[in-house]
């Protein structure tokens, strides 16, 4: 049996979920996972590895989907809420899944899809207390268990693949590296289509017979009240939640700056990660709580690979030490493993990482040498015990507000839009968002363009995150002598 489900067993009195007002216990949780794991089971035994898409929002009926998609033998396949229907068509048909399950809300972008393709759609709130338990089959750990979309340097995202042992993996190291316990409570105020929320957040905290506490956004007021409210000792989040956490602070009284210092400093984790920690975001939330984060390093192909000590040092800038487990090294341009205090691509090794890509042997031959690293295309150096990130290999990949963004992905778009006969998209560093989207357009003829329009058209094809803040209009992109776009150059005239 899955041991996430065997600790639920263990903890089955206790509370799981709080969510829209309720509590629900770990008994509640099983019994609502083997109900649906029933209807989704009518006449097969086992799944085998179907693939069940399901846009939930955050909260019971989320966790309660995904478990019993888990322990009917499927595959789970988390759908982005803010992705518009040709994103979500994209994830449904690569992945090739059989059953779509989706709250009422989002019924109706799904609809078209749903009335042209051979699934299985199924509504949340007819799963409740639907079906007898049936007997349930019994999960091998070298199963594969989820995909989740992640964006890469060649066009459309990819489907990383991981088994029921790579997410216990990926949850046991944290576990023991944080010392999580059956008496923690942590907020949850990230998507659940992203390792970050569903492995660091949700599974951490069921898998310990603690309890998760779920919004269904992320709102500054709402989520300081709630950090203050003296239930919830554990928090984690991207650094643009912290930026923006700072600046909601900023606004509030003296008095309540002390109300929210003395209730933060009692906590006993907060953690940030995603993408690189500002060091001036950590000194401030460290004066507005109490708290010094723990900066740690991830990636959707490998969970948490590297962190800073649970208990010792944090130190500002750097992401920390290897986690119980997995192994790291730090190899050059040819492949050779490099020392301190030279840089190079960090390359990960260990129970922890992805099976596959779904799909894609060639990408996944790719993404690992010979002897078996996978290769993240991040830059670090290791500094005094500490490993440190320089930047990413490739200028095609965008951090924005954590999120993992291709330009080339945006730039295919634009290139379908009727006034577009070419562009370049970069990122652009930014406080807040870590970098925010910007790109240069060659327009086909001397007419000038609407942005407003633009927003909307491309609002009906990619998530907001995605969309492009800043434009530029160019007679043509600066190229090299062998009439390549150079980026670097592109970035320094937003930047400029
Ligand atoms: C949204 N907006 C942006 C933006 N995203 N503007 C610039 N850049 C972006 N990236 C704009 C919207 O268009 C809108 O403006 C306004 O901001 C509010 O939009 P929103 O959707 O309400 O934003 P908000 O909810 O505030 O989102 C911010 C956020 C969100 C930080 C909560 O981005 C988020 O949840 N990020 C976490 C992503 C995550 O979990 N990543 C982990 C990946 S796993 P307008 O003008 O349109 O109204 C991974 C591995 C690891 O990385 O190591 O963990
Ligand atoms: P994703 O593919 O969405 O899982 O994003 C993974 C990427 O996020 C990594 O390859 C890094 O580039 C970035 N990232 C994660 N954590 C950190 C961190 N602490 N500092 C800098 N970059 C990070």
């Given at each position: 049996m899955l041991q996430l489900i065997e600790n639920a067993i263990h903890h089955s009195e206790r509370t799981a979920i709080i969510s829209d007002g309720c509590e629900y216990s770990y008994g509640d949780l099983l019994l609502a996972s083997e109900q649906i794991a029933s209807t989704l089971l009518p006449q097969e035994q086992d799944l085998s590895e179907a693939r069940v898409a399901f846009m939930v929002a955050p909260g019971f009926d989320y966790v309660k989907v995904q478990w019993a998609i888990w322990r009917a033998g499927g595959i789970a396949v988390p759908l982005s809420l803010s992705n518009p229907l040709p994103a979500q068509e994209y994830v449904l048909e690569d992945a090739g899944c059989s059953t779509l399950i989706a709250d009422e809300q989002y019924s109706s972008l799904l609809k078209p899809y749903v009335d042209k393709a051979d699934i299985r759609f199924i509504n949340t709130?007819?799963?409740?207390?639907?079906a007898d338990p049936t007997h349930l089959p019994d999960i091998a750990q070298d199963r594969r268990a989820m995909i989740i979309y992640t964006s890469g340097t060649t066009g459309k995202p990819k489907g990383v693949v991981t088994t029921h042992q790579n997410i216990t993996s990926q949850i046991a190291t944290l576990v023991k590296a944080w010392a999580w316990s059956a008496t923690d409570c942590i907020l949850n105020v990230l998507?659940?289509?992203?390792?970050?929320?569903?492995?660091?957040?949700v599974s951490c905290a069921l898998w310990s017979g603690a309890c998760c506490v779920f919004v269904k956004r992320f709102e500054p007021t709402q989520v300081l009240t709630l950090l203050t409210?003296?239930?919830?000792n554990v928090f984690m989040a991207v650094p643009t939640i912290y930026y923006k956490l700072i600046n909601h602070w900023s606004g509030l009284t003296t008095k309540e700056h002390k109300r929210i210092k003395k209730a933060l400093s009692q906590f006993r984790l907060m953690v940030s990660g995603s993408a690189a920690l500002p060091v001036s975001v950590m000194e401030e939330w460290e004066a507005i709580s109490g708290q010094r984060l723990l900066e740690r390093y991830g990636m959707t192909e490998i969970g948490m690979a590297i962190s800073n000590p649970y208990s010792g040092e944090r130190r500002a800038g750097h992401i920390g030490q290897a986690l119980p487990g997995v192994q790291i090294r730090i190899v050059d341009e040819h492949g050779a493993e490099v020392g301190t205090p030279n840089s190079g691509e960090i390359q990960v090794k260990g129970p922890t990482v992805f099976k596959e890509y779904w799909n894609k042997p060639e990408a996944t031959r790719k993404g690992f040498t010979l002897d078996g690293w996978f290769r993240t295309g991040d830059m670090a150096c290791l500094n005094e015990g500490s490993y440190r990130i320089l930047g990413r290999m490739s200028v095609d990949i965008i951090k924005s507000g954590g999120y993992k963004i291709s330009a080339l992905e945006i730039e295919e778009v634009l290139r379908t839009?009727?006034?577009?006969s070419d562009c370049g998209v970069v990122g652009i560093p930014d406080p807040e968002w870590d970098e925010i989207i910007g790109a240069s357009l060659i327009l086909k003829t001397a007419d000038p363009i609407d942005f407003q329009a633009l927003k909307v058209w491309l609002k009906e094809r990619l998530?907001?995150?995605?969309?492009?803040?800043k434009y530029m209009i160019q007679q043509d992109l600066p190229r090299n002598a062998m009439g390549k776009v150079t980026k670097k150059e592109l970035k320094a005239l937003f930047t400029d």
């Open positions: 709130a007819e799963l409740s207390s639907k998507p659940l289509h992203h390792v970050h929320g569903v492995i660091n957040v409210g003296g239930k919830i839009h009727p006034a577009i998530p907001a995150y995605k969309i492009p803040r």
